[in-house]
């Protein structure tokens, strides 16, 4: 008789879920129809089309892809920001798994450092961007030189704003991984012997994987779009003119790539740049899920 009634009472609860379940998520399927969906579809379709206005849109096939393919400059900001997405990629998760374990071994004063390292990441990418190039520029004028004249200057600058804003960030994820450790298996280490780098590599690291996958996730894709601190740090600059008298910016990004393309003068700019955030899209996708694809599988299931 109680399963019989507690079975009746989950029903009962489980009615009115089922009736007004839609109500409440109507509003946020339409929005997120409107505002995603849809002009994620148009977006695809346009990137096949000669346009000024979406009203106006002619459809040219693959032509927007055929020139994003052979525009130099697009060529250039992939290989760019392939480097700049790896490097950061790197720098941002050894620093943040440093700063996580050292905040997690009892010393004083953690709380604080967490928060300190923590703030940058409430600034926004415009702010920081022209806070940091103020900066180099600053620095750098006592030897002559200025950020948006070095191509060198530039990509190991956007390199430390993005660690600087990033870091903080990704450091509160490994804390979370890190005191989720079991302990058993800690204190089973000590009681074996085992030295602190075979503790970090053979206990610790796998367990705090799942971190692991998601900090380097989300580190890899915004590398990949990172495109507000391009523009207001570099702007793509310094630039080389090419022997047909066009310029390749040496410091643009593919996001930053796209929207100057877009635009630029001429009638077809706008659909090469649709053709061009296309690509942009299903390369990033791809990339993520090929990196959660591979680190999900060095997850310790617990």
Same mark, same amino acid.
Do not use: H
């Given at each position: 008789?109680?399963?019989?009634?507690?079975? @009746?009472?989950?029903?009962?609860?489980?009615?009115?879920?089922? !009736?007004?379940?839609?109500?409440?998520? @109507?509003?946020?399927?339409?929005?997120f129809c409107i505002g995603f969906v849809w002009p994620f579809l =148009?977006?695809? +379709?346009?990137?096949?089309?000669?346009?000024?206005?979406?009203?106006?849109?002619?459809? *040219?096939?693959?032509?927007? +892809?055929?020139?994003?393919? *052979?525009? $130099?400059?697009?060529? %250039?900001?992939?290989?760019y920001t392939a480097i700049f997405a790896i490097v950061?990629?790197?720098?941002?998760? /050894?620093?943040?798994?440093?700063?996580?374990? /050292?905040? *997690?071994?009892?010393?004083?004063?953690?709380?604080?450092?967490?928060?300190?390292?923590?703030?940058?990441?409430?600034?926004?990418g415009i702010v920081l961007g022209y806070i940091w190039s103020?900066?180099?520029?600053? /620095?750098?004028? %006592?030897y002559d030189t200025s950020i948006l004249q070095e191509s060198g200057w530039g990509f190991w600058g956007l390199i430390i704003l993005l660690c600087w804003q990033q870091v903080g960030y990704m450091m509160i994820i490994? #804390?979370? @991984?890190? =005191? $989720?450790?079991?302990?058993?298996?800690?204190?089973? $280490? !000590? #009681?074996?012997? $085992? %030295?602190?780098?075979?503790?970090?590599? %053979?206990?610790?690291?796998?367990?705090v994987?799942?971190? #692991?996958?998601?900090?380097?996730?989300?580190?890899?894709?915004?590398?990949?779009?990172?495109?507000?601190?391009n523009l207001a740090l570099t702007a793509g600059l310094p630039f080389i003119i090419q022997p047909d008298g066009s310029a390749i910016k040496t410091t643009e990004m593919m996001a930053l790539n796209i929207y100057? *393309?877009? +635009?630029? =003068?001429?009638s077809t700019s706008p659909g090469i740049a649709q053709a061009k955030a296309v690509i942009f899209f299903l390369l990033v996708a791809g990339l993520g899920l090929a990196q959660l694809s591979i680190t999900r599988k060095k997850e310790v299931q617990q």
């Open positions: 008789m109680k399963k019989k009634k507690m079975s @009746g009472g989950a029903n009962a609860l489980s009615k009115p879920l089922g !009736r007004w379940g839609w109500f409440f998520l @109507g509003p946020v399927f339409a929005a =148009q977006g695809i +379709y346009l990137s096949f089309c000669e346009f000024k206005l979406i009203s106006n849109a002619k459809f *040219t096939g693959f032509d927007n +892809y055929i020139a994003a393919f *052979t525009d $130099a400059t697009f060529l %250039r900001s992939f290989w950061s990629l790197v720098l941002i998760n /050894v620093l943040a798994f440093l700063v996580a374990y /050292v905040l *997690t071994q009892g010393i004083k004063g953690s709380n604080l450092f967490r928060t300190v390292f923590f703030m940058p990441n409430l600034i926004g103020m900066i180099f520029d600053g /620095v750098l004028s %006592r490994y #804390i979370a @991984g890190l =005191q $989720a450790v079991p302990e058993d298996m800690l204190e089973a $280490a !000590r #009681i074996d012997g $085992a %030295r602190g780098d075979q503790t970090l590599f %053979r206990v610790i690291i796998p367990n994987m799942p971190s #692991i996958t998601i900090c380097t996730f989300l580190s890899l894709t915004n590398g990949f779009k990172l495109f507000d601190q100057q *393309t877009f +635009y630029s =003068q001429g």
